[in-house]
């Protein structure tokens, strides 16, 4: 049995401008916290958490062979955009190239440096999502998924017996490699958790303290970027 945790992120502050609320307790003290709310842990999953919490950028959802438990904490994507995936070399020493994501403007329609040369932007729709870690912690990721598991996830959302993709649980992973890889997305109801995975339930005060990511994450590259971008890529063709 997992110990119960005792670090709490801070509450959100109340959300609804101080006008009627139906069951929100008043919290009888100030910003200062209390100190259950600062105790310091060790282990992988919380430090993952923090590194995820200082990034700038979204933490991306990586699918692995091994199964991860998953939970939508909205209903629907937070940001439906196109992107371009863009080989470039690394800053690192004998670095090679690296994959690199740009917002295309496109998906705001603007005029895009990159489509322009005929480099074919991905739709993505993102998810917030937290991990279920291995001490019962949350972790905050966005699930950025392209054209076919935006299908199934839409088919699950709208499935009377699992839908909406906030009430349950999903197992997900990642089989096969390259053209042949296959991801899965199984759906768990919540007393199956306990009983087929040994795994408890997110516990609703921590679930409801994670802040989900909002389209404001997303950066849709300057012109001049992209201008640059698209120049190098017409090198290569040289
Ligand atoms: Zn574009």
Not at 64 to 80: G, M, W
Request: aromatic share 8%; proline share 6%.
């Amino acid at each position: 049995m997992p110990e119960k945790r005792t670090i709490r992120r801070m509450r959100r502050p109340d959300s609804n401008g101080g006008g009627p609320s139906k069951t929100a307790k008043r919290r009888t003290t100030t910003d200062d916290g209390d100190e259950d709310m600062t105790s310091i842990h060790g282990g992988w999953t919380d430090g993952q958490k923090q590194m995820d919490a200082s990034s700038p950028f979204a933490q991306a959802l990586k699918l692995e062979e091994k199964a991860q438990i998953i939970k939508f904490i909205d209903d629907t994507p937070y940001a439906n955009f196109r992107r371009h995936w863009v080989d470039r070399a690394s800053s690192q020493q004998g670095g090679g190239t690296i994959r690199r994501a740009y917002v295309c403007p496109g998906s705001v329609d603007k005029d895009c440096p990159l489509c322009d040369i005929g480099d074919r932007a991905q739709a993505v729709s993102a998810f917030n999502v937290v991990v279920l870690g291995d001490e019962g912690q949350l972790l905050l990721k966005t699930w950025d998924v392209g054209a076919r598991l935006f299908q199934v996830l839409k088919a699950y959302s709208t499935d009377p017996k699992i839908g909406p993709l906030s009430r349950y649980y999903f197992l997900v992973n990642k089989t096969g490699k390259m053209s042949n890889a296959q991801t899965n997305v199984t759906p768990i109801k919540t007393n199956a958790l306990a009983e087929d995975w040994d795994v408890d339930p997110a516990d609703p005060d921590e679930l409801a303290s994670i802040k989900p990511y909002t389209p404001e994450i997303l950066d849709i590259p300057s012109r001049k970027t992209l201008n640059e971008i698209a120049a190098e890529i017409a090198d290569e063709y040289d």
